[in-house]
Nanobody, 122 residues
Framework: VQLQAFGGGSVQAGDSLRLSCVASGLTFNNYNMGWFRQAPGKDREFVAGIDPEGRYTDYKDFVKGRFTISRDSTKSRIFLQMNNLKPEDTAVYYC????????????????WGQGTLVTVSS
């Protein structure tokens, strides 16, 4: 299984970014997908998740209304549209895959991408 996340960068507060993650080596439609982030000195935390069929999405409170997770099963990809970015959103963002339905804990995800850095300056 391989997950590759990309799309990070350095932006100003209020800007937008769209992260992508492409999955290979797994039956994509069987997997719940998630985005996590880890800021320097902090634990990795759940940001957003989407169920295998793309029917249900979950978000941590601090991104509700600003971030949107989606998936394209025809291309085995997920996306994270991030709008109105804030300096506190600065972190390495990871995509992850699990067969556990609507999981949110990092330990519930066995497969991880390499991470993509998002830096938001004020």
């Amino acid at each position: 299984v391989q997950l590759q996340a990309f799309g990070g960068g350095s932006v100003q507060a209020g800007d937008s970014l769209r992260l992508s993650c492409v999955a290979s080596g797994l039956t994509f439609n069987n997997y719940n997908m998630g985005w996590f982030r880890q800021a320097p000195g902090k634990d990795r935390e759940f940001v957003a998740g989407i169920d295998p069929e793309g029917r249900y999405t979950d978000y941590k409170d601090f991104v509700k209304g600003r971030f949107t997770i989606s998936r394209d099963s025809t291309k085995s990809r997920i996306f994270l549209q991030m709008n109105n970015l804030k300096p506190e959103d600065t972190a390495v963002y990871y995509c992850a895959a699990t067969t556990l339905y609507r999981a949110q804990a990092p330990l519930q995800y066995p497969y991880w991408g390499q991470g993509t850095l998002v830096t938001v300056s004020s």
